[in-house]
């Protein structure tokens, strides 16, 4: 299954949405539970320190995946070999669900 003809890096042009990215999922997350609006909070300084340290992990996250795909791009050809892509989703679909039902019935109990 493994690609041994083609061992090229992927070159994805994504810096400016990993950027932007990151800071709308640092906000995103941030904002989950605040009942202040975002206009209110932006005069704070807490707003700018709970926004970078977001970013930095959202970003951090971002690379660690974009490794991974760099890493596969390297092994397998997505296009030859579509089932891997296929049969790597359907296992993180089942494990994840797995993991809701697991934390119901841990919870129920």
Known sequence: MANT?????????????????????????????RKESIFRRITTAVFYTDLLGGFVISLALWEIVRY??????KKFDWFKYPFFITDSSFTILL????????QKTLRSN
């Open 5 to 33: 003809t083609s061992n090229k890096n992927s070159n994805y042009n994504d810096f400016w949405v990993k950027v932007a990215g990151s800071l709308v999922a640092s906000e995103v997350i941030d904002a989950l539970g």
């Open 68 to 73: 991974v795909i760099n890493q596969l791009d």
């Open 95 to 102: 494990s994840f669900n797995l993991l809701k039902w697991l």
